[in-house]
């Protein structure tokens, strides 16, 4: 039971036995010795914490919509699955862009595609190269973490869990993204029909640390209805949300691709509150962009005008930024922010300066900042902005180690 046995002797001792005794710490046999308990989750929880509102509920904060309504939980699982081509990668590039403009720092586990794919998605999505392969660190694993003894107990593979282990500890990620759970079930030798295997995933990966995020992508089941593919057991796990993705329209490179969202599982309740008849959103694709709408026809208008305001406020909390950290950070808006960024100029509401090295430095105009002042929104300040952009990173960089190092983790490369 791996218990320490210990007796205590003297009057001095009994009020604190007692004590002990009492908050189930220790326990006593029949021949008065004393046990010693070791702390596990077969004990009573200590609700005060909850009862005094320390804790409270699960609030999405993470992958805005162009209204600014976040669709991700901080620290919960989640599950994007859909059919082949239903843009379900892009929407977690852009969930993994939402945590590094926040100053995380992400690990995307690929079992489908490859780092020349990782490399360009994430740059079209708005990440900033000096955060590709060290904010966004990317694995192509092809090799299992466990392997299947004959009884079917699962045998670590050592070599695997340490560099796996070792990179999470020094990027320490606030959302780990998993592309390809069935690739990740074939390379383990696992079956997705069989629900022993789903437990087996479901203790591997799917839970981490208890402040991480995770996306997790998957195929849609050959019945629609159904769901995800695989065993039930697969899907009765998810604590978190899960996300179907269909497609309305697939138009490839240099084409726009749109894909609709549904939320179908979302055990936290929160995000259900803003998807009516569970439509979430539809996420668009085009050769130059990566957004998320709300699933009805919005107010081009009102939604050009929100835009244009965050713009502004971007500008007054961050006096001097350059253009792309503009277009990057104003309000994680993707559509549409260089033109309103050369409409503000027009409106002599923004006014660019030269720069060092020919960059362009954006800053209020009296009547900008007025404007601004009477938008009513808040924005903070942006970690990507100016020359705070990679300060969130700065100590990490620096304790990276080699290439070489960082070949056997990221598998050859890291961007």
């Given at each position: ?5 210990f ?7 009994v ?34 914490p909850?009862l ?5 509920p ?5 992958l ?6 976040a669709?991700?939980?901080p620290?919960a ?10 843009l ?20 995307y586990?690929d ?28 694995m192509r ?53 069989d ?9 591997v ?6 402040d991480?995020?995770?996306?997790a992508?998957d ?6 209805s ?33 894909a609709?969202?549904r ?8 995000i ?8 979430l ?5 085009t ?27 971007f500008?007054?909390?961050?006096p ?11 309000g994680?808006?993707?559509?549409g ?15 660019v ?14 009547s900008?900042?007025?404007v601004?002042?009477?938008?009513g ?12 952009t ?15 190092q960082l ?7 890291n961007g």
């Amino acid at each position: 039971m791996g218990v320490l046995v210990f007796a205590r002797k003297g009057k001095a001792h009994v009020n604190e036995l007692e004590q002990d005794l009492a908050e189930g710490r220790v326990r006593q046999t029949q021949d008065g010795v004393i046990l010693a308990v070791r702390d596990t989750s077969w004990q009573p929880v200590d609700l005060g914490p909850v009862l005094r509102g320390e804790h409270r509920p699960l609030e999405p904060v993470y992958l805005q919509r162009s209204d600014g309504q976040a669709l991700m939980y901080p620290s919960a699982p989640h599950v994007f699955f859909g059919e082949s081509e239903t843009l379900k990668s892009w929407a977690a590039h852009l969930a993994a862009k939402s945590f590094i403009d926040a100053g995380k720092r992400v690990l995307y586990l690929d079992f489908e595609s490859n780092d020349v794919t990782f490399v360009r998605n994430a740059r079209q999505v708005g990440i900033a190269d000096g955060f590709i392969g060290s904010a966004y660190a990317y694995m192509r694993p092809d090799e299992p973490l466990y392997r299947l003894d004959r009884s079917g107990q699962l045998i670590p593979n050592e070599d695997a869990m340490f560099h796996l282990e070792w990179a999470r500890q020094e990027l320490r990620p606030a959302l780990i993204i998993l592309d390809g759970v069935s690739e990740c079930y074939a390379v383990h030798g696992w079956n997705i029909n069989d629900a022993t295997h789903a437990a087996h995933f479901a203790n591997v990966f799917g839970r981490w640390d208890d402040d991480t995020a995770s996306i997790a992508i998957d195929h849609a089941g050959k019945d629609a209805s159904r769901g995800q593919i695989g065993s039930q057991h697969k899907r009765a796990g998810i604590d978190g949300a899960q996300f179907e993705f269909t497609s309305e329209q697939r138009q490839g490179i240099c084409g726009h691709s749109i894909a609709r969202i549904r939320v179908k599982k979302d055990r936290p309740g929160a995000i259900r509150a803003f998807a009516p008849d569970e439509r979430l959103g539809k996420i668009h694709v085009t050769n130059d962009a990566v957004w998320i709408d709300p699933w009805e026809e919005v107010d081009v208008e009102a939604g050009t005008e929100l835009r244009r305001r965050r713009i502004l406020l971007f500008v007054r909390d961050n006096p001097g930024v350059k253009r792309r950290a503009l277009e990057d950070g104003a309000g994680g808006f993707s559509r549409g922010v260089r033109s309103d960024i050369d409409a503000l100029v027009l409106q002599g509401l923004i006014r660019v300066e030269d720069g060092p090295r020919g960059a362009k430095l954006h800053f209020l105009t009296d009547s900008g900042a007025a404007v601004a002042a009477e938008s009513g929104l808040a924005v903070a300040a942006s970690p990507v902005s100016g020359a705070a952009t990679a300060a969130p990173h700065t100590e990490y960089a620096a304790r990276m180690p080699t290439q070489p190092q960082l070949d056997d983790v990221y598998g050859g490369g890291n961007g």
